[in-house]
């Protein structure tokens, strides 16, 4: 498995952006599908966006779609989440994870970082 650590969240203002990170370590990063989560309080973990390990097939929640990118650098180990025309709804706490091609679910997942989107 690969160790995620995603970083870039914080406070902004409704309209605003955000880009978060998540840097992964393993040799094996460049083969995994990578994903973005979140979950507001109160509510359950849902999917954000995933992108293939090729970096060829993205896929967005109908919530974000035409607002936020999802991008990987495999030279760097690192998926990316850019964030635009935030809404307060946005507010949650985005999780990076990551699985093999072949696996059916996400089986490594980080520690997660704050979005908080004011109105």
């Known amino acids: 498995q690969v160790q995620l650590v995603e970083s870039g969240g914080g406070l902004v203002q409704a309209g605003g952006s955000l880009r978060l990170s998540c840097a992964a370590s393993?040799?094996?990063?460049?083969?995994?599908?990578m994903g973005w989560f979140r979950q507001a309080p109160g509510k359950e973990r849902e999917f954000v966006s995933s992108i293939a390990w090729t970096g060829g097939t993205t896929r967005y929640a109908d919530s974000v779609k035409g607002r936020f990118t999802i991008s990987r650098d495999n030279a760097k180990n690192t998926v990316y989440l850019q964030m635009n025309s935030l809404k307060p709804e946005d507010t949650a706490v985005y999780y990076c994870a990551g699985r093999r091609n072949y696996e059916p679910i996400f089986s490594s997942w980080g520690q997660g970082t704050q979005v908080t989107v004011s109105s």
């Open positions: 393993g040799r094996t990063f460049s083969t995994y599908v």
